[in-house]
């Protein structure tokens, strides 16, 4: 298991390269610097001086892959790609050859250098400072969500086939048919507006936060039941009618013992290995949930990124999106060898 | 009427996918297991009745798809030899002939679902000089009513009395033809056909496609008659008609639904057909291309691939001939860039797939016979895909919709110009805070979504119920 582990970390920097060649296509040669400076200029103010100022101050006035006129490895690290892309690499070993250590060298750079946005701001910073508020609604709304929608799929199982179950069905149906921005909307109007429960968006520090974060989880919690709990039944459903639970039955085990010991424990193993996925990618934040309700995490500051066309945060948030999701790929292999013991990884 | 015809990329696809199915549809009469399974779909309820409200919304939005530029009347010195102007830069559609008086009747501003009056008090100067704040009586919104006080609700009653009339007048011819039909396919006379219909006995569920049509004409009947002179759905900010405005958003709706899917569907089949088949190197090749793709956060890649996309739109006007086409040309490249990061799904679910079938003893056989690889690929191994693809190609569908809804509200979806629910949507966010509440356009961008997105779900059940082995 220890050797598949470190190929699946090695494999890591390889897709991450792979996404970084990606964004870099999509930023630098789809559309030149040029393009950029004169989209952000602005019709009135484009001038080539104005244009090459723009691409000086932000480091765009390099080649794209190789340097010509630089010698030896600089004309492969001064260029663009390198400066830009390849720069948010924590696992850059290549400078260890000038005689520094490599694990300084990597401590420094899992600092992440995302450079600055367009606005001049740090991003690692920003990142740091916003994946609180980000957490503080995401972390509540994935466990209290994976809670309600595993209880709703148990109930629906426990009266199967009956009048309610079929309701049950009809109400996710409908409930999954209903846009997210539904119950964003609706919800504010009906708890705030309507009621003044709690106020309408924004956010505070300490705990005076949890008032701003009631309704965002709640309805994070609503709009996930639909979907999820009808997936949840017929994986339920699968397990409920398999010879073990009615061996299970046939000992004695009442309906509700056999549905907690047997069904839920194996039902659990698709379900945890389907969710373990989304669990690193939490830090990034629900984007739109966090800009409806103004809150100051990650998902708010990637959608004022894109709305303002900062293309630095847009490009480091895929950075670290990518980098998330590979770890939770790797967490899922892991969870399959420790919740089912068939599962040997090698 | 004389008019130059417009031919849209969506349009063409669009078309293009009807003909797709339909070209399917007479290969599936051959086939013994399709027409089997297509029959499973056709004996469900639920399948019948949203495939129904499914093709009606499919009317709709292919009759929004027929596009064309009328001429403009010709200057008055000008020399003109067939008696018309220059083409108009306005492209429009069949829909926007069709509901002309939709389109042209456009109030100031706001008012509300059915009213007489503007939505907000405005200064009226009056015939004596005086001036008064009142609510503005509508240009076109109740304009025949002579005292709006008194007559109003009787006048609003009095339509939608008549539009459930007409309705079951419709309602009545439309159910007769069709039991007319049942009648003369199974050769029985009418009131049998009838009773076995009403009771659901034998053959297709026609009694939930006349159920659901009889809900669809008691909704449409009585708008259909107060359209004529109200605004049913209200008027939005610049007092274009909403229920108009809605009519439009299916057809954005529609294309991103499915063509998402049949732009790209022929990447996923082929890519994930060589990498199940041929494995090796291959295999590694495409499994790193698409855990590349699937790595990038679906919304990000997006939103990235949107904000590149629209300026090599803004670069280059010179592309685009009208505004419509330069909107089109956002939505397909919309559509391509959806597709790109739905796509891998699909492909990991052929390579699978492909992965058991090449062991099966029938495609063993056909190696050892000699025969070409392309062969035993599109002959063995394809056909025994295509139910896949076909329930990814309606699985996809709802998600789609809900998903433009979302990027526009982002600001990645459609142009601005473009009709979607999700540009409404968009459009609404400012109202809610107003005081009081304008709610009008939401809901019936809500409504028509929700009423969209539940037929597609219950369908692509219907379908995959019927054609997935494992689910029976």
């Known amino acids: ?346 | 009427m004389d008019v130059q015809p417009v031919f849209l990329w969506t349009d063409v696809l669009l078309f293009g996918l009807m003909a797709c199915i339909g070209l399917a549809a007479w290969r599936a009469r051959r086939s013994e297991p399709m027409r089997a399974a297509w029959r499973r779909v056709g004996e469900s309820a639920v399948g019948m009745a949203s495939l129904t409200v499914l093709l009606l919304f499919l009317v709709v939005g292919l009759l929004d798809s027929l596009h064309y530029r009328p001429y403009l009347p010709p200057a008055p010195d000008a020399q003109v030899t067939n008696g018309r102007g220059p083409v108009s830069t306005e492209v429009r559609s069949a829909l926007d002939a069709l509901a002309e008086p939709l389109r042209t009747r456009v109030e100031k501003t706001y008012s509300a679902p059915l009213a007489y009056a503007l939505f907000a008090k405005q200064t009226i100067e009056k015939a004596d000089g005086t001036q008064q704040r009142a609510f503005p009586r509508l240009k076109f919104g109740g304009a025949g009513l002579q005292y709006p006080e008194e007559d109003h609700a009787g006048d609003v009653l009095g339509r939608i009395g008549l539009g459930l009339a007409l309705a079951a007048g419709a309602w009545c011819v439309l159910a007769g033809c069709l039991v007319q039909g049942v009648a003369m396919s199974r050769m029985v006379p009418f009131g049998a056909a009838w009773r076995a219909v009403w009771r659901g006995k034998g053959g297709l569920a026609w009694r939930a496609v006349l159920v659901t049509l009889g809900l669809v004409f008691l909704f449409a009947g009585p708008v259909a008659v107060l359209a004529g002179e109200y605004h049913v759905f209200g008027t939005d900010k610049v007092g274009q008609d909403v229920l108009f405005l809605t009519l439009k958003s299916i057809r954005t709706a529609l294309v991103i639904g499915t063509l998402t899917t049949l732009v790209t569907l022929p990447v996923a089949v082929v890519l994930g057909i060589m990498a199940g088949y041929l494995g090796g190197w291959v295999d590694d090749l495409i499994q790193y291309v698409y855990t590349v793709l699937n790595s990038i956060p679906g919304v990000l890649l997006i939103a990235a691939a949107v904000l590149m996309m629209q300026v090599v739109i803004d670069t280059h006007p010179q592309w685009f001939e009208t505004a419509a086409e330069r909107a089109d040309a956002r939505l397909l490249a919309l559509c391509l860039i959806l597709g790109m990061t739905s796509w891998t799904g699909l492909c990991r679910l052929l390579r699978g797939e492909t992965l058991k079938l090449r062991e099966l003893e029938y495609v063993q056989a056909a190696r050892a016979f000699g025969v070409s690889t392309a062969r035993i690929l599109s002959r063995h191994v394809l056909p025994n895909l295509m139910h896949l693809v076909l329930i990814a190609l309606v699985m996809d569908f709802s998600g789609l919709v809900l998903a433009e809804a979302v990027l526009s509200y982002v600001g990645i979806g459609v142009d601005p110009g473009t009709v979607s629910f999700g540009t409404m949507i968009n459009a609404a966010r400012m109202e809610l805070a107003r005081e009081p509440m304008v709610w009008w356009s939401l809901m019936a961008a809500f409504l028509f979504m929700f009423v969209l997105v539940l037929a597609a779900n219950l369908f692509a059940d219907a379908v995959r119920d019927a054609f997935d082995p494992r689910a029976s």
């Open chain 1, 1 to 346: 298991m220890f050797a598949y582990i470190v190929r699946r970390l090695l494999y890591a920097p390889l897709i991450l390269l792979g996404v970084n060649l990606l964004t870099f296509a999509l930023f630098f040669v789809v559309n030149t610097p040029e393009d950029m400076a004169r989209m952000q200029l602005g019709a009135k103010r484009v001038t080539p001086e104005a244009i090459e100022r723009w691409k000086v101050e932000r480091g765009y006035d390099k080649p794209l892959l190789f340097n010509g006129a630089a010698s030896g490895a600089a004309s492969l690290t001064d260029t663009i790609f390198f400066d830009k892309s390849l720069r948010m690499f924590a696992f850059d070993f290549g400078r260890a050859d000038d005689g520094r250590d490599i694990a300084t060298e990597i401590r420094t750079r899992m600092a992440f250098d995302f450079g600055r946005a367009d606005d001049g701001r740090d991003i690692a910073t920003e990142i740091r400072t916003r994946m609180g508020p980000s957490l503080a609604i995401a972390v509540p709304t994935f466990i209290l969500g994976l809670f309600v929608t595993v209880s709703f799929a148990l109930l629906l199982v426990f009266f199967r086939g009956s009048y309610l179950d079929f309701q049950g069905v009809v109400l996710c149906v409908a409930m999954m048919s209903i846009s997210g921005l539904f119950y964003i909307i609706g919800g504010q109007w009906l708890v705030s507006k309507v009621w003044h429960l709690v106020p309408i968006s924004g956010y505070g520090g300490g705990l005076d936060a949890s008032r701003f974060l009631v309704l965002p989880v709640l309805i994070g919690v609503i709009a996930g039941i639909g979907g999820s709990a009808r997936w949840y039944r017929t994986i339920f459903l699968e397990e409920a009618g398999k010879d073990y639970v009615r061996t299970a039955r046939a000992k004695g085990l009442s309906e509700l013992q056999a549905l907690f010991r047997h069904v839920l424990k194996n039902g659990m193993i698709p379900i945890l290995t389907g969710v373990v996925v989304v669990i690193p990618s939490l830090f990034m934040g629900s984007l739109i949930s966090e800009s409806f309700f103004g809150i100051p995490g990650l998902g708010s500051y990637t959608i004022d990124a894109i709305n303002a066309q900062d293309f630095p945060v847009v490009r480091a948030m895929v950075f670290i999106g990518s980098l998330l999701y590979i770890v939770g790929l790797i967490l899922t292999d892991l969870s399959y060898t420790l919740v089912d013991p068939r599962v040997r990884l090698d």
